[in-house]
């Protein structure tokens, strides 16, 4: 005899949290490198509101630290990526995009995907806080759930109950920390509320892309 109606979940959207080995250490090595990087180039301007961002060539410039921390991204992706059509070898090697971005007291970065790349990561070199778990110090990562606006325009106030028996809210919100790793498909709209702490937050940004193997059947 049937149980009623059972929920059945559809369309995973994958957020991976990781937390980098010996962070502390290698927090230093990264800001020492990223700060002398933006005294000796202006930057670019291409999501963030106020603040600095590097050039996507941060692999060239960022030294053994930086290397290590894509690695550590790219095992990631290993991990939660599979090649349906694959057998044995993967067809597939990763490509890697990264860049820094310092952001002052006010800085954000307006909502966007990126095109092309596969899967996007956050890394905190310092989240800015100093220790303090003021909320009002904003800064935080959003991701935006694509799906939302349509179901949202005429009746604002109702959720979709997720497999966990929760409403599902239109984004997710995440504080960072230094030291730890937010990585989502490139896809999902994202951006970062404003900072309001005294200091400066540093983070860095990784694009993978998917480059078909030379020679993979």
Known sequence: MSAGPQRVGLFDTPV?????????????????TILDRRAASPGVRLS???????DTQMLDWGGEAARRLVDRIIAAADRF???????GEPRHDWRAEMWANVSPPHASNQLHTHPGAYWSAVYYVDDGYGGSADP???GELVLHDPRMPMIMMTMPNLRLLGADGKPNEPQLVMRPVSGRIVM????????????????????????LLAVPRAGAA
């Open 16 to 32: 991976i949290v990781d937390e980098m080995p010996q962070g502390d250490a290698l927090n230093r090595e990264l800001k020492a």
């Open 48 to 54: 963030n509101i106020g603040g600095w961002q590097s």
């Open 81 to 87: 990526t599979l090649d349906v059509k694959a057998s």
């Open 136 to 138: 009002a110090l904003g």
């Open 184 to 207: 989502f498909p490139a896809w999902l709209s994202h951006g970062v509320m404003p900072y309001e702490g005294a200091g400066e937050r540093i983070s860095i940004a990784v694009n």
